[in-house]
């Protein structure tokens, strides 16, 4: 989620993350760098716990078995927020908005794996929810009207994700929107009052 989100943003209001003054390949070095960490990395990890005999299955399916990933995954987001804030601090001072929204997609997760220490939370409605509350925010804030198809799109998308995860007994309806109001809030957030 937070590689389609930098991406869109990336892409279409350039301006609002601060990467406007750079070109497309350099946009697309930097997306390559946010994919990998929260998305390539805590996927092999995923899976080398799951080979390792650490957890269950793949689909983290009981609570147990997302204790792990989690924290991995939060570490994860976590280096990549102190990356893009402090190691790239050229970066950072041009286009700070990159590593505040991987904070707040970094506060997300720990706020779900949290959660999960005792209730299994929609992660998929968490991330799906930051993404809409995100982009819902910039429309708002930044007038950006450019993001309204793709909003629309994502609430499409959305409702596809979370009828497939209810289709496949994954959660249940009260984990998913509390999932997506979770996302929701954070993002919106700080959108608001960071970016």
Known sequence: MPTL????????????VGVDMFTPPIRLTLLGFVG???FVIPALGIYYLYRAGYI???HLDNLADRRLPYFITVLLYGFATYFFRYQ?????????QISIVLASVTVSIALV??????????AHGTGFGGLLGATFGIVVK????ILLYPLLGLVVLGGLLMSARLHLNAH????I??????GLVVSLATVWWFV
């Open 5 to 16: 989100l930098l991406g869109m943003l990336f892409f279409t209001t350039p301006a609002v």
């Open 56 to 58: 269950q299955s793949l």
């Open 36 to 38: 990998m960490t929260t």
């Open 113 to 122: 794996a949290i959660i999960s220490l005792n209730w299994k939370i929609s």
């Open 88 to 96: 790239l601090a050229q970066l950072s001072e041009l286009a700070p």
């Open 142 to 145: 930044f007038g950006e009207h």
């Open 177 to 182: 929107s509390a999932g997506v109001l979770l």
């Open 172 to 175: 249940t309806p009260a984990q």
